[in-house]
């Protein structure tokens, strides 16, 4: 009765409303968030230009909405419509996205005529919803499109309403404008004002003095600070053992902790390789029914409490926890407000219907296996890390985070300094061995660099215990790398047939150029600079 009540209000409301208007509303664009700022035409597009649109309206979109699907009361409305951004490069539609009911707010669409909101805003650390629609235009044909030289953007906006049976129904058009651009994303470099660092050594990292192409590192470098690559805060790499670049950027230095996210999985894989090495486990075949009573659990299945070490060094264990999946219910965003990740995580249903090993990012098996870590190495994890890998790599200034149990989070998040990532890395390469000393098994270091996963979607991609694997093709020969990665554009690699160790450290956190970027510097700048 309730939702009667409530439809025959909005359609009594409807009936005092005025008609809606026939003449499409104005997109006014500007270069700063005030609506009615001024802006010069053609606008120059740079790598670090703002752009932001302000839209006028006849009237709030579930008007527009109720009448795509009259007699459909308010709540339904808002959670199967909203606006459809339609992009345009001179007058060739480029993309057209419906966007998600979620965004803007379900108060701004009952209410708001007016529509202000960016497009880029370039120093933003947590970009909102027009911005993600942004860069998906900028995936899907806006980037190609947009050439350097002079371009016309234009913008329209529909309602549309997707209702489950009847399916899409797109309304007229409700608001459009267009913007002159002179665009200008491909910045001319003069190398001769661009000043490499020169590093200086480090606890355990000497400097190299060999050479490399520096012509392709100034360009580099300049392409960076002038936004070319986004976020970007450091850029190291030891070639035979040594120190040869060594850069930063965006207010970031060699003091800089950064908070590389998923990078700090790999280091759980380290402390397993040393706890396996001291007798605290006995194998990665190891069964999670060694370590808890999987009936104190839901969902308890023998198929569960098999699950090895192994699987979750690999990510194929049989939880039903994909991050890649939003809809799975063991992805990690329904894990973080939880208090109590390791039982989330063991809680989860076995998934029968996964392949047998089949690869799955599982952020909440890496918790178990770090919860299982601490409880058997003695003083828990992290005094157990910092004696046996941290303190005998020199590395005394680093920061973890923990999780509601106050255990070290081998999710991700661990923070430390750029040269000592490298040394991380560095490790790896010189098989376990660090200054004479063997810290990590020889053997361990060879389990580690196995593939073990393919992983699923990606042309000759890998996995071993809790770092990826892939091959780079630069100057007509293969270079193949084991590496840790993490959100943001985070990575450390560990090149097999060449003695090299490269970390970035990036802050372009859950945006989508950020890993594609760092491929482009690997591909097109790092690695042919460095490589014969």
């Known amino acids: ?52 649109f302000t839209v ?14 009259p007699g459909t009361g308010e709540e339904i409305l808002l959670q199967q419509g909203n606006y ?15 966007l998600h009911p979620g965004a803007p707010s379900a108060q701004s669409k009952i209410r708001d005529t007016l529509l202000s909101k960016p497009l880029i805003n370039y120093n933003t650390k947590d970009p909102v919803w027009s911005e993600y629609c942004w860069m998906r235009f900028m995936n899907n044909g806006g980037d190609s499109a947009l050439t350097e030289g002079p371009h016309l953007l234009s913008m329209e906006i529909r309602p549309y309403v997707n209702d489950p049976v009847k399916g899409v129904k797109t309304g007229a058009l409700i608001a459009s404008g267009e913007l002159p651009l002179l665009v200008n994303r491909k910045p001319v470099i003069d190398t001769a004002k661009v000043a490499l660092n020169t590093p200086a050594p480090y606890n355990g990292l000497p400097v190299s003095h060999g050479g ?46 950064h908070d590389v996210r998923s990078v700090g999985k790999s280091f759980a894989s380290a402390v397993t390789g040393m706890a396996l090495r001291d007798g605290y486990l006995k194998s990665v075949d190891q069964p999670l029914s060694d ?48 208090d109590n990740w390791v039982k989330f995580a063991l809680d989860l249903p076995f ?36 004696k046996q890998l941290f303190r005998p790599l020199g590395i005394t200034h680093y920061q973890w985070l923990y999780t509601p149990q106050d255990v070290a989070n081998t999710a991700g998040g661990i923070r430390m300094n750029t040269p000592d990532f490298a040394k991380f890395g560095l490790l790896y390469q010189q098989q376990g061995r660090w200054q004479g000393r063997q810290l990590l098994p020889a053997g361990w270091v060879q389990q580690t660099f196995t ?17 990826w694997n892939k091959t780079f093709r630069v100057h007509g020969k293969d270079y193949e790398a084991y590496y840790c990665s993490g959100n ?45």
């Not at 499409?24 to 500007?30: A, D, L, Y």
């Not at 001179?90 to 993309?95: H, I």
């Not at 100034?218 to 035979?240: D, P, W």
């Open 451 to 467: 593939r073990h996963r393919v992983i699923p979607g990606r042309q000759q991609e890998y996995y071993g215990y809790l770092f």
């Open 84 to 98: 459809q951004f339609s992009l345009y490069v001179d007058k060739r539609l480029c993309y057209q996205s419906n």
């Open 212 to 257: 490399f192409d520096r012509n392709t590192i100034k360009i580099l470098k300049g392409n960076i600070e002038a936004g070319v690559f986004r976020k970007i805060t450091s850029i190291a790499v030891i070639r035979k053992g040594q120190l040869i670049i060594e850069e930063y950027f965006n207010g970031s230095g060699r003091d800089s902790m």
């Open 56 to 69: 006028h309206l006849d009237s709030p979109l579930v008007r527009y909405l109720h009448a795509l699907a």
């Open 488 to 532: 943001g554009g985070n990575y450390i690699l560990v090149f097999r047939n060449t003695p090299l160790v490269i970390v970035i450290t990036a802050e372009a956190y859950n945006l989508p150029y950020a890993h594609p970027q760092v491929n482009t510097i690997l591909q097109q700048y790092l690695l042919p600079a460095l490589l014969p």
């Open 351 to 386: 998934n029968h219907n996964r392949q047998p090993g089949g690869w799955h990012y599982f952020t909440a098996g890496v918790v178990v296996l770090g919860d299982v870590l601490h409880r058997r190495v003695p003083g828990g994890l992290e005094q157990y890390a910092d």
């Open 1 to 52: 009765m309730a939702s009667m009540r409530h439809l025959l209000f909005t359609l009594s409301l409807l009936t005092y409303l005025p008609a809606l208007s026939q003449t499409p509303g104005k997109i006014i664009f500007t270069s700063q968030p005030a609506p009615d700022a001024a802006i010069s035409v053609p606008y120059t597009l740079t790598p670090k230009s703002d752009l932001f």
């Open 291 to 338: 370590f808890y009573d999987l009936h104190q659990f839901s969902h308890y299945s023998a198929e569960k409490a098999q699950t090895t070490l192994k699987a979750l060094l690999t990510m194929s264990s049989g939880f039903d926890g994909d991050d890649n999946d939003e809809q799975s219910p063991g992805n990690e965003e329904n894990m973080y407000p939880t």
